[in-house]
Each structure stands twice: as C-alpha cells, then as structure tokens.
C-alpha cells in the first residue's frame, strides 16, 4: 500500500531467504505491489552482503522486470556515514524498502539507532513496505537470532541473540529454516527466553505481516511458530552443547495460505470460521491460588 | 529385571540407531543389565540386516565383552521359516531379545502374526527386555513409519504406515531422527493420525519404556515426543508433497535423564515435584455443549 492511502497500514514482507528471483518471482512481485506497483519508489539495502554491486543490480533487475520505474541503493559502509542526508531522503520517499541477504549483524552494526535506521522507522510507520530476504529478515525484530549451529535438537549455547531494528515485538525470526536444519538453534533460543515466540521461514517462502499482528504465509515451502509460554525446560541450567529438555512447546507449520494471528498465537482463519471455539494455549498452570 | 522376578514389568529398550557399540556401549551395557547382567540368556535377531552373519557376530562380540556367558541367533529367512520350533524355544527360554538395524518392512513380514511374533510377545509379558535399534525401534509399535523423505517440513504424504510388532500402543517410533531429519515425516503422519503419539529417537540414545507408560531417556542425543491431539490441519486435503498445515502441535524435546509418562503425555519428574501443578493438554475446544 503506497503511503499516500488514507490508512497507512505497516507492512512487512520477510522472506526466507532463497526467492526465486529469476523465474516467476512471485515472493518480489508481492513485495513491489505492497510498495505500489509500477508507481513504487524502491530502496534497496545491499549492506548485509559481501557482494553488494551484484546484489544491488540484481534485485534492481528483478524490480525493473516487474515494472518498477523508480529505484534507487541506500548503502552506508560505517556506522558514521549512517547518518548520509542523501541516503536519509532516499528512504523518506520510498514506498518501499528492501533489505538483502548477507549478515544481519552488519546491518545492526550500521543502521540501529543512526539517522538511517530512524528513517526506516518512519518509513514502516507511514506504510512503506519494509521486505528483507536471509539476513533482511532476521533483522526485522527487535532482538534477532545472529549465529547458530544447525540440527534438529535445541541444544544448550547453540544460538545467540543481537540487537535487531525492531520493526516487530516480541518474535525472533530464523530464515533458510528447513533447509539449514534451523529447528533445534531456535528452540534452544525460546527455550532461553520464553515470553518471546520463534518464527521459522524456509526459503522462496515469506510471511506478510501487517500491523505486527496479522501474518500471512506465501511462496514455497513452509513458516514455523515457535511457543515455549508454557514450556518446561532445563535451559538455565543445562551444559554448554547438552541436548536441552524443552517440554510442552506448542509448534505451528503453516504453508501457503495460512494466516497467523501474532498476537493471539491462533491460526486467524481457523477461528475466524469457528466462532464458537475457546482456544485456550495455557497448559501448564497452577490449580492453587 | 530378570523374567524370574516376583513381579515381571514389560520393558522395552527402544534405540534410535548407530549405538555406540565399539566404546563405551553404555545403552547395549543397559540392555544386558535389565536382561539380567553375567546370568542372561539373549537372543540375537538380525533379519531386517542385509548384513545378517556380521550383525549378529557384532552384537555378540559386544554382549560376550559386556560379560554375557549365553546368547543365540534367531533369524528365519521367510514367514514359512518363523514357525521354527528352536527358534520359538530359544524366544521362550531368554531374559532379553535383541533386534538389530536394517529394514522394519522385513521385520514385520517375517514375524508378525507367526509363532515367532507370539514368542516375542510371550517373552515381552513375562518380564524379558525387548531390545532393538532403527529397524528394531520401529518395528515396536503397533503401527510405524516405514518409508519416508527427509526434512523439518510436514509434507503431504512424505510418510508411510504399516504394521508392526505391537509391543507399544498409541505411538509411532521414528529413529535416526535428528540425523536424517525424520522432524518433518514424522509430524506429517501423526497429523494425519491424530490419536497417535510420534517418537523419534536419536541416533546412540534410547528410550526405556516400561509397561508401555514410563519412558525414560537414556544417551547422548534427544528424544521428541509429538503430540498432535490437539491440532489444526489440512492433511485431508493437502496435495501430494504440499508443505502441511500443522498448527497446535505439541512437542517436547528430551535429553538423558527425562523421564516421560506416555499415557498422560506429560514429564514424570517435572510433575511429581510440582504436585499442585494442574496439566491442561486441551488446547482448543468449544466452549459449547
């Protein structure tokens, strides 16, 4: 939705990692009719890759492929050139953002906090579309998964939290989930911290996300949700590599189609149909007052 | 426990697989004990190998070393051959039954519903240990997996069910399962199946199972239980190879040294500390009559 609509809804679109960019490219089609089509105003941050002139020509390929007549790089290489009027303008007009591959720490290490990280801000709250791919959409939330081992079993220390921008509360979202076995390192993470939820997003796959709440799965394969609320574990005391004892966590795999109630943790459409059910998530509770 | 004991309970050592059988051989060490230590008589049974004459040379050497004076082979080529009376009386005189890797499809061709199966059976009631790894583990349910593909994602019909032993009810034993990625297969099925419980084991851990309620977790990797009698899903109408939609499963994650009650679905240890905690599984009910 381009910011001039009378209702700026925030939107973000976080893909997995892995977008089929040179074949139907449905994942980036989205992302540029959030953004307002072929009217959109498009930013692309290479800062997280090692590659970031091919980055860049590669996704301004792509957007101009599908349409897009107005582009432009936003790509500070230090914390201090951060605060670049011209690239703070760049995405003050932008109906769209998107943030490539690459490390997610490179872009908290640049854009928390500095002038160009403010400008995102404003720009998520205003309506542009915020999309970021891999290390793009692990930065989204406000603390974000930065290292990890891969596996199925949540093992003790095999992850570790960062600072992430912040356009989402309350979540840690993982990429390339299925494909780089990420299921044990975001367990193990959730485990740790249990009031935040874990979200998986397997590659050429996305979860649109619109005022932090309603979140919807589109592309190939399959978004996870994590819930450790009401988990039993051994996490604050288990050794460094031991498998962890992690109880009770209610896991949801949701492919296409689906939507996501954030907020509550229930699938949106489910209860939308069944207005008569009482989904209760708590299962572990004391009987005494 | 010995099958002269006052009061035999039915114990199964379910191994997820590549147990380690050169060292320390602390799960094979177990399986001895609860046949009875220096004075069992064990049973050797490698039919789902391809490799038959070096499995059973294997575990022999394993058992003889662990202080094993008594051990045979059992090992019919066809179902006509599970009829053989000296292998039915070598079934009935042992305190342990062991059942290698290999193919649980061979397995279950081969014993179920023969004189030999009810042998298996006859030793499981009186007290003798039920032993097996990978082919051997699944081979334990009343059902189990015997085919499937490899990933995190519940894909439609990415597994198979058929028939097994039944030595255990309600579960379907998955193995090798963080190491060949089972997470997704074994998710797929029991969404599929929801009044069924998967477990899957990893590879030199195990789970004793006694009076097919108390389980516990023995070994170097995890055990997962997935829980899916609560659970959202499309798996009627999914498309072949479709990432499922699975939403309210219930999975817990657990290390050695836990110990899980299989028909309440929840932690012993955790809940024989916590008296007053009340245990709410129902996840999503109505709240009408």
Same mark, same amino acid.
Request: hydrophobic fraction near 45%; charged fraction near 20%.
């Given at each position: 939705?381009?910011? @001039?609509?009378?209702?700026?809804?925030?939107?973000?679109?976080?893909?997995?990692?892995?977008?089929?960019?040179?074949? /139907?490219?449905?994942?980036?089609?989205?992302?540029?009719?959030?953004?307002?089509? !072929?009217?959109?105003?498009?930013?692309?941050?290479?800062?997280?890759?090692?590659?970031?002139?091919?980055?860049?020509?590669?996704?301004?390929?792509?957007?101009?492929?599908?349409?897009?007549? @107005?582009?432009?790089?936003?790509?500070?290489?230090? !914390?201090?050139?951060?605060?670049?009027?011209?690239?703070?303008?760049?995405?003050?007009?932008?109906?769209?953002?998107?943030?490539?591959?690459?490390?997610?720490?490179?872009?908290?290490?640049?854009?928390?906090?500095?002038?160009?990280?403010?400008?995102?801000?404003?720009?998520?709250?205003?309506?542009?579309?915020?999309?970021?791919?891999?290390?793009?959409?692990?930065?989204?939330?406000?603390?974000?998964?930065?290292?990890?081992?891969?596996?199925?079993?949540?093992?003790?220390?095999?992850?570790?939290?960062?600072?992430?921008?912040?356009?989402?509360?309350?979540?840690?979202?993982?990429?390339?989930?299925?494909? !780089?076995? /990420?299921?044990? /390192?975001?367990?193990?993470?959730?485990?740790?911290?249990?009031?935040?939820?874990? %979200?998986?997003?397997?590659?050429?796959?996305?979860?649109?996300?619109?005022?932090?709440?309603?979140?919807?799965?589109?592309?190939?394969?399959?978004?996870?949700?994590?819930?450790?609320?009401?988990?039993?574990?051994?996490?604050?005391?288990? /050794?460094?590599?031991?498998?962890?004892?992690? @109880?009770?966590?209610?896991?949801?795999?949701?492919?296409?189609?689906?939507?996501?109630?954030?907020?509550?943790?229930?699938?949106?459409?489910?209860?939308?149909?069944?207005?008569?059910?009482?989904?209760?998530?708590? %299962?572990?509770?004391?009987?005494?007052?």
């Amino acid at each position: 939705m381009p910011p @001039s609509a009378a209702t700026p809804r925030p939107t973000l679109l976080i893909i997995g990692g892995a977008e089929d960019r040179r074949g /139907r490219a449905s994942i980036l089609k989205r992302f540029v009719k959030l953004a307002g089509g !072929r009217k959109a105003r498009i930013v692309i941050i290479p800062t997280a890759s090692s590659f970031q002139d091919e980055v860049v020509q590669a996704y301004a390929e792509v957007f101009t492929r599908i349409g897009v007549a @107005s582009w432009s790089a936003v790509n500070p290489a230090t !914390r201090l050139d951060a605060g670049d009027p011209a690239g703070v303008a760049a995405i003050d007009d932008a109906t769209g953002i998107f943030m490539s591959g690459g490390s997610q720490l490179r872009l908290s290490q640049i854009f928390a906090g500095t002038p160009l990280g403010e400008a995102l801000h404003r720009a998520h709250r205003r309506g542009a579309v915020i999309g970021g791919t891999s290390a793009g959409a692990s930065i989204m939330s406000e603390f974000m998964i930065s290292l990890g081992d891969e596996g199925i079993t949540p093992r003790q220390r095999s992850s570790q939290l960062s600072r992430g921008l912040g356009f989402i509360e309350g979540v840690v979202i993982d990429q390339h989930f299925a494909q !780089r076995q /990420r299921y044990g /390192r975001l367990m193990s993470l959730i485990a740790m911290s249990p009031d935040l939820i874990g %979200i998986g997003i397997d590659e050429n796959t996305a979860l649109e996300v619109v005022d932090g709440v309603r979140a919807t799965v589109l592309g190939k394969g399959g978004v996870y949700v994590l819930d450790c609320r009401a988990a039993i574990t051994d996490a604050p005391d288990a /050794r460094t590599g031991a498998p962890l004892l992690v @109880s009770n966590a209610v896991v949801h795999s949701l492919p296409a189609g689906a939507t996501f109630d954030l907020e509550k943790l229930v699938l949106v459409d489910f209860v939308e149909k069944h207005p008569d059910l009482d989904i209760k998530m708590t %299962i572990a509770q004391s009987s005494q007052p």
